[in-house]
């Protein structure tokens, strides 16, 4: 004689009943079969997907796995290792913690946590990332991007899967119009998710093809100084100098700034959004830089020259003026002075020429005699 | 084109350790099996008092 053994309930463990219906939770055991094959089946197609890396992928093929049997282990230690991957500790930790739940021996998700216990160190540092994260978003939200991206810049280089923290990265750069760096970013979330939708709608949305992103995909991001501080340094003093330089009162309307704007959207309206390759356009930039050059020559620097010599030669002119001034007024009083002397010569000589009697020439008479004679001569006179 | 403000909509707060608890709970997600227990809860009890609508009989 066999005894058979009866059929449990893998929902809630109650004997089924010859009519296939489980006797306390009424549920018909083909239906529990349906499910359970259901989620297998999304578990081999996520296992399929993060094998390939692409989890993303694999998180939405494995909570579709949950939606049909929310006990599945294998499920939900895959799930937790997928967050781990990509540095959301917290989340691969509850779901381990529900995978020892339902099954508590023999389970991998066990090792995994016991290994998280193990190193406090780690746990704090996961703490530390979460908080950070949490910080830079909301000093994001605030508009301090400077700080958030300081905040990001620490907390990636502690943990390098963060793919949150590379997303946010990237949409800081990419609201600074540092397009490059935003790559840069985008190619590390490629590298850990290889399909992760927000990184390609970034990508996209900068002018990226998709034959770049794949080629994105395969470069190193070792060495791409992502983390190093001058980025922080130089993004920080990019923006403490766009700030000095833009002065309050003229927030509402910069003219260099709208003119800027302009011949950017003329020269590069074909481009989406701001896939600018500078590089490109350097023969523009040169003829346009030529006849700025130009402009400028005709419109600012000759006429500067033209009036400063003028007003050079004003000063001369006007030195010599002083000059020719001061000299002809000396001529003018040395001229009077000769026409004065001249009318004294003058005067004189018609004296002289007036008087009819003039002294009596003594001299015959002074001659042979003596000094004494002269003076008695005098006396009697 | 990238909006700035409504691109940061979609980023949230990730759970810290000490909020794991409450992420565990937030995870206990509802299976189709729930559903069908539900449903069939919902079916015995109109049986009770009604007649039952999938069959028609008396519970």
Known sequence: ?381 | MINFEEELKRFQPIPEVNQAEQAIYNNDLKDISDIVQVVTAEIKSNAMGTSNPVTGRIG
């Open chain 1, 1 to 381: 004689m066999s005894s058979k053994k009866p059929v449990v309930c893998p929902v809630c463990g109650a004997q089924i009943r010859k009519s296939g219906y489980c006797s306390n939770c009424y549920m018909h055991i083909s239906i529990i079969k349906k499910a359970y094959n259901t989620s297998d089946y999304y578990y081999n197609m996520g296992l399929d997907k993060a094998i390939a890396r692409d989890l993303s992928g694999a998180i939405e093929s494995l909570n579709m796995s949950l939606r049909y049997n929310k006990k599945n282990i294998m499920t939900r230690n895959l799930l937790g290792l997928i967050y781990y991957e990509m540095g959301e500790v917290v989340m691969a930790l509850s779901h381990w913690v529900m995978s020892v739940n339902y099954k508590s021996s023999g389970n991998l998700a066990t090792k995994y946590l016991k290994e998280l216990r193990s190193n406090p160190t780690t746990l704090a540092d996961v703490d530390q990332i979460a908080i950070k994260y949490n910080m830079a978003l909301d000093y994001a939200k605030r508009d301090d991007i400077d700080l958030a991206i300081i905040q990001l810049k620490n907390l990636l280089s502690k943990n390098g899967h963060f793919v949150k923290g590379y997303l946010l990265l990237a949409l800081l750069y990419i609201h600074f119009g540092n397009y490059e760096k935003a790559r840069v970013t985008l190619r590390r979330v490629l590298k850990i998710d290889k399909a992760n939708p927000l990184a390609i709608h970034y990508l996209h949305e900068m002018g990226d093809t998709d034959m770049n992103i794949i080629q994105m995909r395969m470069e190193e991001v070792e060495d791409d100084g992502l983390l190093e501080e001058e980025y922080i340094e130089e993004n920080v003093i990019r923006r403490n100098n766009s700030l000095m330089d833009e002065d309050p009162s003229d927030k509402k309307s910069n003219p260099i700034k709208d003119f800027f704007e302009k011949c950017k959207n003329t020269l590069f309206k074909k481009k989406v959004a701001g896939d600018i390759s500078f590089a490109k356009y350097s023969g523009v930039y040169v003829l346009v830089g030529m006849v700025l050059g130009v402009l400028m020559l005709g419109f600012i620097i000759v006429p500067a020259q033209r009036k400063s010599l003028r007003k050079e030669n004003e000063r001369i002119i006007k030195t010599y003026s002083e000059e020719i001034a001061a000299k002809e007024s000396t001529i003018t009083s040395l001229d009077a002075q000769v026409s004065d002397l001249n009318r004294q010569i003058a005067r004189l000589e018609s004296n002289n020429s007036d008087d009819v009697n003039p002294l009596p020439d003594y001299t015959y008479i002074t001659n042979g005699m003596t000094d004494e004679d002269i003076q008695n001569m005098i006396n009697n006179e």
